[in-house]
């Protein structure tokens, strides 16, 4: 397993252009095996269960350069945890849970990374803001200054074809494009979370920095 595991992150990160970083999500892998993964070179492990996360966390506490990154729902009542546990926050999803996680950093002392979840498609299966809505909110975003509001992240509907998902892709990218160019002090588009094991390289093509990699790395889990 750990022999197979190292072949694919070393193909795959042969594959990837310098500017984008490979996160390995590690939902439902054991902390052995994150073992593995990172002594063949990864530092960046997804996970979107804080429960589950923190008993890894606690068994890799000697692994100290770690970056850990929370890329499942986030609901409010688990936001402090969250960045506690947590140097990344990819899935902000709304106005409400960007003001509660500056509260928390400011009385925490912590400044966490994240990224603004959006839907660019309608999609009753994810959150996130719409283009439209995010646009309306990034005034009020931007007093969040307790946050390091990076980029975006999305993560296309279901059933999309090649072409569907590129367009998705692309218009995330152009939506980061227009808010950088709005010069706000606090929201930066320096990053674009985007791309999974079965469409990251059409996310690389449109301009992602970060692919959030599972299957592709550790094989099929249970959903």
Known sequence: MSSSISERIITLGSSLPDSVRLIAVSKQVSAEIIRCAYAAGIRDFGESRIQEAASKQ????????ITWHFIGHLQN????????????????????????LNQLAQELKISPQICLQVKIRPDPNKSGWSPSQLLADLAALDQCENLQIQGLMTIPPLGLNDSEALNVFNSTSKLAKEIQEQNWSNVQMHHLSMGMSGDYKLAVQAGATMVRLGTILFGERPV
């Open 58 to 65: 606690a068994v890799l506490q000697d692994l100290s350069d």
């Open 77 to 100: 009542n688990k936001a402090k945890k969250a960045i506690e546990q947590f140097q990344w926050i990819h899935s902000v999803d709304n106005l409400k849970l960007a003001q509660r």
